[in-house]
């Protein structure tokens, strides 16, 4: 069975700047979470869908958003882009829950800022 | 935060046993997973804990202390591929998150 696939791998992208990143869970996982990996903060949670609905929220700035669709499929959009946004975005895919289930991670996208 | 504490970096020799461990705050606390990320791929699964004690998994064993707020994760016969961080990730009751720490860099040397 196909992984979670996550596109594009890398992004250069400029201050101010808009971008949206895109996550495919694993067939049949209803539940879609993304992370910000950066060296000096480790895995920051942003958001997680379940069934379109966000269930669950970190403590980013509304810059921050995301979407999940009928297909699972996830979007997360970061608008007026900020030289500290440049990180490693995961998602990460759940059968219902990331509470007390495996969660399978994608290759993620490198952000850069310049 | 929910103030996951891991050390962060430690060397090891290959076929050596290393102990990486994971403190965190207890109220609400639900279970806690252990993630093994090689530099620059995806985290992946290695345990879950709910209950107190030992779970055994091949050379990867981890423990769990709900009453101390107190994991580690147990490397044994340490391999060169083991070289990695380990992320400790804890799951709290209400929350759809898990919450991690900063994750502990292993270095095998030869």
């Known amino acids: 069975k196909a992984g979670v696939t996550q596109t594009p791998r890398y992004l250069i992208k400029t201050r101010g700047q808009q971008v949206t990143l895109s996550c495919s869970p694993i067939s049949g996982h209803r539940s879609v979470s993304w992370y910000q990996q950066t060296p000096g903060q480790g895995l920051q949670f942003l958001f997680e869908y379940f069934s379109e609905t966000q269930r669950n929220k970190g403590n980013f700035p509304g810059r921050f958003s995301g979407r999940q669709f009928s297909n699972s499929r996830s979007e997360m959009n970061v608008s007026t882009l900020e030289l500290g946004d440049s990180a490693l975005y995961l998602c990460a895919s759940s059968q219902d829950s990331p509470v007390n289930t495996e969660a399978f991670f994608g290759q993620g996208t490198r952000l850069t800022v310049v | 935060g929910q103030n996951i504490d891991q050390p962060t970096e430690m060397t090891a020799t290959e076929g050596a046993i290393v102990q990486i461990n994971c403190t965190y705050q207890?109220?609400?606390?639900?279970?806690l997973f252990w993630y093994q990320q090689h530099a620059g791929e995806a985290p992946t699964f290695l345990s879950y804990?709910?209950?107190?004690g030992l779970e055994e998994k091949g050379r990867f064993s981890s423990f769990l202390s709900r009453s101390k707020g107190y994991s580690y994760l147990l490397l044994k016969e340490l391999q060169m591929k083991d070289s990695a961080s380990y992320l400790c990730?804890?799951?709290?009751?209400?929350?759809?998150?898990?919450?991690f720490g900063k994750g502990n860099q292993v270095v095998v040397i030869p």
């Open positions: 804990n709910v209950l107190d």
């Open positions: 207890t109220s609400g606390f639900n279970g």
């Open positions: 990730a804890v799951t709290y009751y209400g929350n759809n998150r898990l919450a």
